[in-house]
């Protein structure tokens, strides 16, 4: 099994490791040392299947996002677009890829006595920078055009919806008005951008939605997240879903989330 002694359990903390009794231990009230090592080694492989599908999922998805803005109104596209609220986090987000750039830049290039100016940085290195957030926020309805607005009006939305995401009618309906189309997008990916995060700061992958977890629950609660993951890349376009399916990414998140696997590293099975 696993080298468990009291300086490796004593580095990795009780308050970490108590995270894992609630949710994949059979008996949180009874187990091992093994099994609780065990589930904490299990976790981290987990995520370390759940990390290529969230990275890929934010890549595709600015680029989609870009693409479709990009050929419409240009390279720097977010300085022409029509908005609501000109203070939407998504151009202060904008803001912030440019200014970490610039900080960055500094640090190679400035000295006590000499400062330049930073470049003006391109469309790519900005759209590189920009967070998984500064996606999710132009799905607020303050990019929706107005339904009396003229038609020499820039707003990102509808006209653009099927651009970024080929299949949005397939999945999720035909009949539904763009505003509710986008907040079902926004809430999906909001809620992915918060799993994301929760998988970059090494919590426990399985979310707990009830007071007693079991390991066939928690493992639920991961595979509806792969899932919905799987959702995003299938709305982009059908050959980024076959693409993430084609290199195993998928089957092997899919495959870790069994019970079997999950008691192996246990050392029950």
Not at 10 to 28: D, E, H, V, W
Not at 113 to 132: C, G, L, N, Y
């Amino acid at each position: 099994m696993y080298t468990i002694n009291p300086t490796t359990l004593q580095l990795i903390s009780t308050p970490r490791l108590n995270a894992f009794k609630q949710g994949l231990l059979r008996n949180p009230h009874s187990h091992s040392q093994e099994e609780l090592i065990g589930s904490y080694i299990w976790n981290q492989q987990m995520a370390a299947c759940l990390y290529p599908l969230l990275q890929n999922l934010e890549i595709f998805l600015r680029n989609a996002i870009d693409e479709a803005a990009r050929k419409q109104y240009g390279d720097f596209w977010w300085d022409t677009i029509d908005c609501h609220n000109r203070n939407n986090y998504f151009f202060s987000n904008i803001q912030k890829a440019k200014q970490n750039l610039d900080n960055e830049w500094k640090k190679n290039h400035w000295t006590r006595t000499h400062r330049p100016t930073p470049p003006q940085w391109s469309h790519d290195k900005i759209i590189a920078a920009t967070e998984f957030s500064t996606w999710v926020y132009l799905f607020d309805k303050d990019f929706i055009q107005a339904a009396n607005a003229t038609p020499t009006t820039k707003y990102l939305f509808p006209s653009l919806l099927g651009k970024m995401f080929h299949q949005w009618h397939k999945i999720l309906g035909h009949n539904k008005q763009h505003v509710a189309i986008k907040k079902d997008i926004r809430d999906l990916l909001e809620e992915l951008r918060i799993y994301r995060n929760r998988i970059a700061h090494h919590e426990p992958t399985w979310l707990k939605a009830q007071p007693t977890m079991t390991p066939t629950s928690s493992l639920a609660t991961i595979e509806d997240k792969i899932k919905k993951i799987e959702k995003i890349y299938q709305l982009i376009h059908p050959d980024v879903h076959k693409y993430m399916l084609s290199n195993g990414f998928v089957d092997a998140a899919f495959n870790h989330c069994k019970l079997d696997i999950l008691e192996k590293y246990q050392g029950i099975a």
